[in-house]
Antibody, heavy 116, light 110 residues
Framework: QVQLMESGGGVVQPGRSLRLSCAASGFTFSNYPFHWVRQAPGKGLEWVAVISYDGFHKYYADSVKGRFTISRDNSKNTLYLEMNSLRGADTAVYFC?????????WGQGTLVTVSS | QSALTQPASVSGSPGQSITISCTGTSGDVGGYNYVSWYQQHPGTAPKLMIYDVSNRPSGVSYRFSGSKSGNTASLTISGLQAEDEADYFCSSYTSSSTYVFGTGTKVTVL
């Protein structure tokens, strides 16, 4: 069955960096685009970024453009999100999600807390 | 990239039908048939309930249905059950090749 597992979250100071990972199993990873979506505590879902199946095409939300980078390693069945210049507003649970005409399967999320 | 507009809350009694709206623009909901709906219970990941406006993934109850008219998409839950109490979010592909989510609707079963 489809499984997605995020890791790499934690507490980080404002202005610092963090890299999230999403390990996939149960399907052919290289066939699908992937998303990162975040959810601040008690708030709604916010789309963050998407990457094409081959990694050549990437799109970002305005709120993270220039600070976050989505990437993937198809040989390792892993999706990444490099987050730089982190701000308090980036505090959220970060979910990875497979794309099938929109996000379909989601991981359980990893919490990122930006605080001094 | 403004969020799609959903009512903050909708409620209904068991067995009733409720409808949640999701209003966007011609650059997202109105321009593409890539509207999805998600159910999220507290502390869990979102679950896909509807994709491509009106299609149900395997395993999702027939009581969930979707539609679209102009810039507004809708999710209808018929035969409301206690287990349907959750937050619901819509999402849409946009003309910028990005995606946008709705503001979210809390469904309460009375």
């Amino acid at each position: 069955q489809v499984q997605l597992m995020e890791s790499g979250g934690g507490v980080v100071q404002p202005g610092r960096s963090l890299r999230l990972s999403c390990a996939a199993s149960g399907f052919t990873f290289s066939n699908y685009p992937f998303h990162w979506v975040r959810q601040a505590p008690g708030k709604g879902l916010e789309w963050v970024a998407v990457i094409s199946y081959d990694g050549f095409h990437k799109y970002y939300a305005d709120s993270v453009k220039g600070r976050f980078t989505i990437s993937r390693d198809n040989s390792k069945n892993t999706l990444y999100l490099e987050m730089n210049s982190l701000r308090g507003a980036d505090t959220a649970v970060y979910f990875c999600a497979r794309d099938e005409e929109g996000p379909d399967y989601w991981g359980q999320g990893t919490l990122v807390t930006v605080s001094s | 990239q403004s969020a799609l507009t959903q009512p903050a809350s909708v409620s209904g009694s068991p067995g009733q039908s409720i409808t949640i709206s999701c209003t966007g623009t011609s650059g997202d909901v109105g321009g593409y048939n890539y509207v999805s709906w998600y159910q999220q219970h507290p502390g869990t990941a979102p679950k896909l309930m509807i994709y491509d406006v009106s299609n149900r993934p395997s395993g999702v109850s027939y009581r969930f249905s979707g539609s679209k008219s102009g810039n507004t998409a809708s999710l209808t839950i018929s035969g409301l059950q206690a287990e349907d109490e959750a937050d619901y979010f819509c999402s849409s592909y946009t003309s910028s090749s990005t995606y946008v989510f709705g503001t979210g609707t809390k469904v309460t079963v009375l």
